[in-house]
C-alpha cells in the first residue's frame, strides 16, 4: 500500500506570505493528524481529524494556522501570513483507529520562514 | 493529558558500542511506538510495541505495559544510528503523545 505522502517535502516563503502544506494519507485511514517540530525542540501535536470532522484542535497555535480535510480524504494545513517561529518540520500521519493502531507518518514538509 | 519522559536527552557514543533509551508514560496506553528521526528530518518508525519485546536486526524494544515504561536498546551502534529517538504514546481518548527525544550521536 502507499505510504503517507506529504508535499512540498521543503518550502522557503518569506515572513508575511502564505503556505500551503498538503497531506495524503493512507487509503482507508479515517484519522489523521499534524504534528510539528520546531527547530530542536519536540514534536507537538497541532490536530486531529475523523474523517472530514477536526475531532481535536487544541494544538493549533492561532489563527493564522487553518487545516481542512476535504471529503474526508486529504488534508491541507495553511499557514497566513507565516511568522519566523512558524519555521520547522511538519508532519502528517494517518492511523485507522485513535487508540491502539500505529502511527504512519509522512516524511514531512521542511518549512522555513526568512 | 498523558505524560511522557524520554531519557538520556543525549547520549554520545563510540561506533560498536550498545546503549539502551527509556521512555516513561504516566497512564495507560493502547499503543506505544519507537522512532527515528533521521538527519533529514524523516520520522522512521522502528517498533510498534504496546507490550512485550521486539527485535529488529541490532535494535530491540521492550515495553512493560504494567510498569509504564519502554526500553529501546541499540547494540553495535553505527553512525547511521545518529539523529534524534522519539517514544510516542496513545491510549484510551489520548490524542497520540510524543516524548521530548533522545538525540544520539555516533562516533566513528
Known amino acids: 500500500e502507499a505510504g503517507v505522502t506529504q508535499f512540498p517535502s521543503h518550502s522557503v516563503i518569506e515572513k508575511g506570505q502564505t503556505v500551503t502544506l498538503r497531506c495524503d494519507p493512507i487509503s482507508g485511514h479515517d484519522n489523521l493528524y499534524w504534528y510539528r517540530r520546531v527547530m530542536g525542540k519536540e514534536i507537538k501535536f497541532l490536530l486531529h481529524?475523523?474523517?472530514?470532522?477536526?475531532?481535536?484542535e487544541s494544538g493549533m497555535p492561532n489563527n493564522r494556522f487553518l487545516a481542512e480535510r476535504t471529503g474526508g480524504t486529504y488534508s491541507t494545513l495553511k499557514v497566513q501570513p507565516a511568522e519566523l517561529e512558524d519555521s520547522g518540520v511538519y508532519f502528517c500521519a494517518s492511523s485507522t483507529r485513535i487508540a491502539s493502531s500505529p502511527l504512519h507518518f509522512g516524511n514531512g514538509t521542511r518549512l522555513t520562514v526568512t | 493529558g498523558i505524560q511522557v519522559e524520554q531519557s538520556p536527552p543525549d547520549l554520545i557514543l563510540q561506533e560498536g558500542a550498545n546503549s539502551t533509551l527509556r521512555c516513561n508514560f504516566s497512564?495507560?496506553?493502547?499503543?506505544l511506538q519507537w522512532f527515528h528521526q533521521n538527519p533529514w528530518g524523516q520520522l522512521i518508525n522502528l517498533f510498534y510495541?504496546?507490550?512485550g519485546t521486539k527485535q529488529n536486526g541490532r535494535l530491540s524494544a521492550t515495553t512493560v505495559a504494567t510498569e509504564r515504561y519502554s526500553l529501546l536498546y541499540i547494540s553495535s551502534s553505527q553512525t547511521t544510528d545518529s539523529g534524534v529517538y522519539f517514544c510516542a504514546v496513545s491510549g484510551g481518548s489520548y490524542i497520540p503523545t510524543f516524548g521530548r527525544g533522545t538525540s544520539l550521536i555516533v562516533h566513528p
Open positions: 497512564d495507560s496506553v493502547n499503543n
Open positions: 510495541i504496546p507490550s
Open positions: 481529524f475523523v474523517k472530514e470532522s477536526k475531532q481535536d
